[in-house]
């Protein structure tokens, strides 16, 4: 059985959860958390959402989580919303 083509790669998703790892523990938690109960792999679309979020220092990625700061509008799009809300949850 094939991959579906829109799954994210192998390494991509390493890549993506060593960038995950974060400086700051409570966004470390709650990003592990994240992968360790996703039940089906992340598509691209979700890997773009997570890459953007990652882009953000520490502190800024924080203060969504908590809710404390809205979405920046360069990063105000349906799946970063979806993304944003499931770690939310967690």
Do not use: C
């Not at 579906?4 to 470390?28: H, I, Q, Y």
């Not at 979020?53 to 809205?70: G, I, K, T, V």
Request: glycine share 2%; charged share 30%; hydrophobic share 45%.
């Amino acid at each position: 059985m094939q991959p579906a083509t829109d799954a994210a790669s192998a390494a991509e998703l390493s890549r993506l959860r060593w960038r995950a790892r974060r400086g700051m523990l409570e966004n470390d938690l709650i990003l592990q958390r994240y992968f360790a109960q996703r039940e089906k792999p992340l598509d691209k679309t979700e890997v773009g959402a997570l890459n953007a979020l990652l882009a953000l220092d520490d502190n800024a990625l924080f203060d969504l989580l908590m809710r404390h700061d809205p979405l920046p509008p360069e990063l105000d799009l349906p799946q970063a919303r979806e993304l944003l809300a499931t770690l939310r949850r967690l």
